[in-house]
Structure formats: C-alpha cells, structure tokens
C-alpha cells in the first residue's frame, strides 16, 4: 500500500531515521495509543485501522469466528429498530388506513399511533378534512373550454355551454382508498354524467335565470346518490354553476329571442296593468250601485211603511167620524195643490164690463217648485168651488 511503501513516503513524507537528538541508534518512538510512527505530516492510518481491529477483537474471536453474545447483540438491536419502525403519527387534517399484508384491517384516528412493523403491515395516511375541486367543461373562457364536456342538451331541445365546479372531500378513508381506482376521475365522471340528467329535464330559461340553484341542488344530491351507491367514501360538498351560456354559432339568434322574450313580458305586464285597473274600478262602481240601491230600497220600504201607517191611522179615523175626516182632507188636499200655482181671485159683484187678466198671470214662478199635481185651468168668470 501507498502508506506502507517507505521508497513512496506520501505526502506525509518520510518518518525520521533517528530520534530528536539524530542519533540513527536510537529506538522509533510510537505516538500515545499504539500505531506506526507518527511522519513530520499527519497521523498513520494503518495504525488506527489496527486500534479498530484490537476494539471489535473483543466481539469476534482471535480466529476469525464470532461470539454468541455478539450475535445476539447485533440481533437485538436489528429487532428492537424493526419494532420501532412501526410507531407513526397521524396529523389532525388526517386518517389513517391500516392493511395487514396488503389487505384492509383498521382505521387509525389522529395521534401517535402503531402498527406491526413492514413488510406485516403498513399505514396510507389520507386528508379527510382538505377541500378538494374538480372542474368540469373548462376554466369557462373561450381557450380553456372542453366542448366535450360543456356542451350540453335542455329539455326543450336548446345546446347550452355549461361549466361548473364540484367541491367535495373524503368521507371515509377506507373506502376511498380500496373502492375504486381513481376517485378523482370517478368524481369527475359521475358529475359531468348528474349534471347532464339534470340539463336534460329542465327547461332552458329557468336555467338562464333563476333556477341555477335548484339545478346545483338536484346535481349534487344525484351525484352523492350514486357515490353512495358505489360505496366511494366521498361526500359531495357543493356543486357550483359557473357560467351558461348558449353555443357562440347563435349567440346573435339567441340575443334576439331575449330581447322578443322581453318584449313580449312587458306587453303582458303592460296589459295585467291595464285589466287590475279596470277591474278595481269597475268592482268599485259596482259597490257603490250597489250601495245606492240598497239605500233606495231602504228608504222605500220605510216610506211604504210610513204611508201604510199613516193610512190606517187615517182609515180609523174614518170609521170613527167620516164626515170630519172627510172635510180634513179635503182641506189639506187643496192646500197643498194651491200652495204650489198662481191664485187670481175675481169679483163678480157690481162689475159691468169683462175683466181682462195679463198674460202672465198664470205663468209658473221660477222659484216654484214642480207641483205633485197638474195645476187647475183658469177660471173664466167668477171662481166656483167645487161641490162636494
């Protein structure tokens, strides 16, 4: 070896012929601890190489064999780092899933926790608690969309460009990990696959307008209908519409049915408007004829009832005295037609020549009011009284 080769010194150089004193006689000096001299340069390794020898000597016999109780030492330090090995910890955001030679066995919650040691079992620690997002059709921009997957057929026969998102997270690390192959690729699937369900029931407009939330609701209860059903260990968190919008080859047709839509609605607000007013007022007339009539009717009858009274108040009357009842009301009768028209009153005695009235003695007064009765003719001579 280099280090032993006294014509090659190394690079430590040559170790002295003599002792300090130079004299060439002297016997070599070893450094502390055994070993070859010690050159001007560095320490000699074969000599730590023979202290490594003489230490482990102790464990392996002088003939190259080895000693029960290193064995078993060497043995019991292998076993004792292999039964460590199983002790792992499980993070709070984390579950567990314990197989026992590749098979499912148990689930470990948080905490430090142990299993037998590999190659017996093995622990696949799994996020229960992270958010996880897929999304489907595209990012909802015209270079990042999926027409494959975004394009989409209503119940009223209209394509629509759908893009949503769907939220969800592992329900049951066990089954998420054993159940299916590529859970994010089946979660994937199952909602492109709910969402279209849904699409191909519901009319367009709805979908347009306000019944975005009712669609998110039905498409996430379908997909966790059919997680469930698979036995997948996920649990669908939310489902979010992002953009609808129709395909851009109509977009210019489809603008102009809006805005007839539009039209044609306010026409028909225009139009209730126009009938609610109507309506009420007419409701309102009718009420109040109503209401006349009923007053008339009342004032009727009460007048009926009065002049029956009266009647028969007069009628006993009669019976009790018919020459007085008779001349009472016949007074009262003339005053009251009299009252209302123009008396002239004539005297016959000691006139020898026609007495000529003005013509407008006879003329209504403007401030009379209209007479029950027609007023008698004009006297042509001498008023007479009527016989009775």
């Known amino acids: 070896m280099p280090w032993n080769d006294n014509a090659n010194p190394g690079p430590w150089g040559s170790p002295p012929d003599g002792d300090d004193d130079g004299r060439k006689d002297a016997p070599k000096r070893r450094p502390p601890g055994g070993g070859g001299p010690r050159g001007p340069g560095g320490p000699d390794l074969n000599a730590g190489l023979e202290q ?17 109780g290193a064995f078993a030492a060497l043995a019991g330090a292998a076993f004792v780092l292999w039964a460590v090995s199983g002790f792992y910890v499980v993070q709070p955001n984390e579950e567990a899933v314990v197989t026992t030679f590749g098979a499912y066995s148990r689930d470990a919650l948080p905490g430090l926790r142990y299993h037998l040691p590999a190659p017996i079992e093995r622990a696949e620690k799994v996020a229960v608690t992270t958010l996880n997002r897929i999304d489907v059709g595209g990012t909802g921009t015209p270079e990042g969309d999926i027409p494959q997957e975004s394009l989409m057929l209503t119940s009223d026969e209209n394509i629509i460009d759908l893009n949503f ?7 049951q690390a066990g089954r998420y990990l054993f159940s299916t192959r590529d859970p994010e690729g089946s979660v994937k699937a199952v909602a492109e ?19 975005r939330g009712k669609v998110q609701l039905q498409t996430a209860e379908l997909m966790q209908k059919t997680l469930d059903r698979w036995g997948a260990g996920i649990s669908i968190v939310e489902v979010q519409i992002r953009s609808v919008n129709p395909p851009p080859e109509v977009v210019a047709a489809f603008r102009d049915v809006q805005s007839a839509e539009q039209d044609r609605d306010s026409a028909v607000n225009e139009a209730n408007a126009y009938r609610n007013r109507v309506v009420q007022e007419a409701k309102g007339d009718a009420a109040k004829i109503v209401q006349s009539a009923q007053g008339y009717r009342e004032q009727a009858v009460r007048t009926a009832t009065g002049d029956a009274a009266r009647f028969t108040s007069i009628y006993n009357e009669y019976r009790r005295a018919p020459g007085a009842t008779k001349d009472r009301l016949y007074i009262e009768t003339m005053q009251r037609v009299l009252a209302k028209s123009n008396k002239v009153i004539v005297d016959s005695k000691g006139a020898s020549a026609p007495i000529i009235l003005p013509p407008d003695v006879f003329r209504a007064r403007s401030a009379a009011p209209v007479a029950d009765t027609p007023p008698p003719a004009a006297p042509s001579g001498n008023e007479a009284r009527p016989a009775r």
Not at 165 to 171: G, I, P, Y
Not at 193 to 211: F, K
């Open 52 to 68: 490594l020898r003489r230490r482990f000597g102790g464990l392996f016999g002088g003939g190259g064999g080895v000693r029960p």
């Open 165 to 171: 998102s769907v939220t969800w997270r592992v329900a």
């Open 193 to 211: 696959s709910a969402m279209r369900e849904v699409i191909g029931r519901t009319p367009l407009d709805p979908i347009l307008t306000n019944g």
